[in-house]
């Protein structure tokens, strides 16, 4: 699924501005899986500046709208899936819900959170989309629960080709506001990093596992 070159642009431009999303390609951050990598998200950031929270809550919205037309709640993946799930579902006027990494140990022991039937089709809201690997977990639940999940719409995604597959093989549709290309070429286009940067960026592209600078 496909979304508009422009809205990704102006996501990229917004992301870098507010340092959401940072490009260290000589100096690489480590994952917590162990991973090496010369960028970092946090999306979240993106909740303390009202235009940007804005831009992508509509932007959000509007793609659920046009590929997931039939979606009857918003599901958020816990925990940075949760507030941009309830601007969508706020501005959607649907039901909301959110899913838990693991069941709670004490209560109802619930996984699936809020007023959610299980008869409802539904999007999974995520803030970002690295190898898949959380957010198929959080639908497999859904699926348990009873829910249909039409597919996954999230801010951000680093476009792995694992991640490309584990989706595919889930038979799962999900759609980005933006992706890793369209981010260095702006990042390229507005001076946060230098032709010789971006043979770097593209190279852990490539194959981000045995990538090393």
């Known amino acids: ?16 501005q507010i340092k959401a999303i940072k490009l260290q390609p000589n100096e690489p951050f480590t994952w917590a899986s162990g991973l090496k990598s010369p960028i970092y998200s946090d999306n979240r950031l993106s909740l303390s500046h009202p235009e940007i929270r804005t831009f992508i809550k509509n932007a959000l919205a509007a793609s659920v709208k046009e590929n997931f ?21 706020d501005l959607l006027e649907l039901p909301f819900g959110y899913v838990r990494a693991e069941a709670k140990k004490h209560g109802m022991g619930k996984q699936v959170e809020g007023d959610i039937s299980p008869a409802q089709s539904l999007v999974v809201i995520e803030d970002l989309v690295s190898t898949g690997k959380s957010s198929l977990q959080a639908i497999d639940v859904l699926r348990d629960y009873g829910s249909q999940v039409l597919g996954l719409a999230c ?27 369209i981010l260095i070429q702006v990042a390229l286009q507005k001076g946060y990093v230098n032709d010789a940067d971006m043979d770097v960026l593209k190279a852990w592209r490539k194959n981000p596992e045995t990538w090393n600078i």
């Not at 699924?1 to 870098?16: R, W």
């Open 1 to 16: 699924m496909q979304i508009s070159h422009t809205v990704a642009t102006k996501i990229a431009e917004y992301l870098l």
């Open 69 to 89: 037309p039939e979606s009857q709640a918003i599901v958020g993946v816990a925990t940075a899936g949760i507030a941009p799930g309830v601007l969508v579902a």
């Open 155 to 181: 801010i951000f995604t680093y476009g792995l080709e694992r991640a490309i597959r584990n989706f595919e093989d889930a038979q799962v549709p999900f759609v980005s506001l933006c992706n890793y290309d």
